[in-house]
């Protein structure tokens, strides 16, 4: 399985290119350089051949990308039998009433009486701005002194913007990832509402300050829960390279930018030194200097395995890759969790496995080291792949024994993804502070609809100075 462009066997070619120079009498510089190209043609060569399958290339990056078709399946199209419909319902308390009367003068002659109306309901939207306006008595007395009425708590300026602008605002801005022109262009022509980027911009960063318990309540409970998942994506800050970091379960998330990835980033951050539960993550190596368990993600594993059967033609991370897969089905079959004697079974074949597959795949030759070359002796992908596997076992294959454990991250993975989408549609966060306001927001939406609110309900509660109630139950 040599890697192969325009159905040219690259290692074929170069293995063939390097006997016939080794029978030619050539100096040793250009001997070099020749083994500098060969090595640079399959460095490329090899990321040609990378892909979604066996890299963390996304699947957006495939070169012809082909859509896999499905199988005819046996059931008809539409909903099947016992599917819980979603056909539009009927409003019980219509805002409008229109009462249609029968053309009396189309009937035949006769007696008749009105019966039950047929109904039906036209559910349409009416966009249009509301606008409230508090008029305070203003009581004097004989001495010329005043006395007003006091104004409702919030009211405080002779126009204001009211607590269902911000959130839409806010809503717009920070959860759908609408530019702010964009947001106040919808403003104006749907609303008829005045609004400017500014605005915007204090929107999103009152809800930052009104979000600063949450940001404690969230920290607490994850570093309190029994699972978490951990990972990174880079960022863009004014064109500056930054992190940001991710750490989150089923029900919470926290979302956090630092301009470094490994340990010190994280311990600012200040959940992972408090957890002690189980992390899972993909093996980033400041993840491991933690004082938990942890459970490493084999969607990485299954992905760098493909590459080392693809591009280096080891037939056992091939067989390691299937096995992984049959054990993920196995503990899907069993609920969650294997059988110790299942669980002992698999983990035999495993060690088998790896064992096997340290002649195919062996360590450096020691006996290469140049004088006075000191330290780890670089090893090849593959051969790093195995080690890890072997020193690794137990976290690799914690999800056999433990049901809370997946068998991947992609609970991280995806809670990162729109912010991935944010970058895409903005390019960049243009300051520290927006890149800070927007992991905070981003974490309250994300936890809310976790536990089933919806978005805009969220920021409505928030801007009137609330959290929900599930950040205080127990």
């Known amino acids: 399985m040599g890697i192969k462009v325009d159905s040219i066997d690259v290692d074929e070619t ?17 001997k070099a350089a020749l083994d500098v190209l060969f090595l640079l043609v399959t460095l490329l060569c090899n990321r040609l051949g990378l892909n979604s399958s066996n890299s963390s290339k996304p699947p957006s990056s495939d070169p012809n990308r082909k859509k896999t078709k499905r199988e005819p399946g046996v059931n008809k199209p539409g909903g099947q039998a016992g599917h819980i419909g979603s056909t539009l ?17 189309t009937l035949p002659e006769g007696t ?4 039950e109306p047929v109904v039906r309901q036209v559910i349409d939207i009416d966009i249009s701005k509301v606008v409230t306006e508090y008029r305070a008595q203003v009581l004097e007395d004989k001495n010329g002194i005043r006395y007003t009425a006091v104004f409702p708590e919030g009211v405080t300026k002779a126009v204001q913007y009211g607590v269902s602008v911000k959130a839409h ?9 609408i530019p702010y022109d964009r947001v106040e262009e919808t403003f104006r022509d749907q609303l008829g509402i005045p609004i400017s980027k500014g605005s915007i911009y204090n929107f999103n960063k009152e809800a930052f300050i009104k979000l600063e318990e949450f940001d404690q309540i969230v920290k607490r409970r994850l570093f309190q829960s029994h699972l978490c998942h951990a990972d990174e994506t880079g960022i863009n800050i004014n064109s500056v390279r930054r992190w940001l970091h991710c750490t989150s379960n089923a029900l919470w998330t926290y979302f956090f930018p630092h301009e470094k990835r490994g340990k010190e980033a994280m311990d600012e ?9 189980i992390l899972c993550h993909d ?5 491991l200097k933690y004082d938990c368990q942890h459970s490493l993600c084999n969607a990485h594993h299954l992905r760098e395995l493909e590459r080392a059967w693809e591009q280096d033609n080891q037939t056992w991370a091939r067989d390691m890759r299937d096995l992984l897969k049959e054990i993920n089905i196995a503990v899907d079959d069993a609920g969650g969790q294997l059988k ?6 698999y983990r035999k074949k495993y060690r088998d496995l790896l064992e096997t597959a340290q002649g195919e795949c062996p360590p450096p030759d020691e006996n290469k080291r140049k004088k006075g070359q000191r330290g ?15 020193d690794y076992e137990t976290e690799t294959l914690r999800f056999m024994d433990d049901s809370i454990v997946p068998f991947t991250n992609n609970q991280g993975e995806n809670d990162l993804r729109m912010t991935k989408v944010q970058q895409k549609i903005s390019g960049c966060f243009r300051s520290e502070e927006g890149a800070k306001i927007f992991c905070r927001v981003r974490s309250y939406l994300s936890t809310c609809k976790k536990h089933g609110m919806m978005a805009s309900e969220a920021l409505r509660i928030l801007f009137e100075g609330k959290l929900p109630d599930f950040c205080y139950e127990d």
């Open 269 to 277: 951050i200040g959940i992972l030194p408090l957890f002690k539960g």
């Open 14 to 30: 170069v293995k063939t290119a390097r006997k016939l120079l080794e029978e030619e009498q050539i100096s040793p510089a250009l």
């Open 169 to 177: 605002a806010t809503f717009f801005s920070q959860y759908q990832l």
């Open 283 to 287: 093996h980033l190596k400041p993840y």
């Open 376 to 390: 780890r002796l670089k090893r090849s992908k593959s051969r790093s792949l195995l080690e890890r596997l072997v």
């Open 112 to 115: 008749y009486k009105e019966i």
């Open 340 to 345: 110790q004697a299942d669980s002992e079974n």
């Open 89 to 105: 319902e009927r409003d019980p308390n219509p805002d409008f009433v229109e009462p249609i009367k029968v053309d009396r003068a």
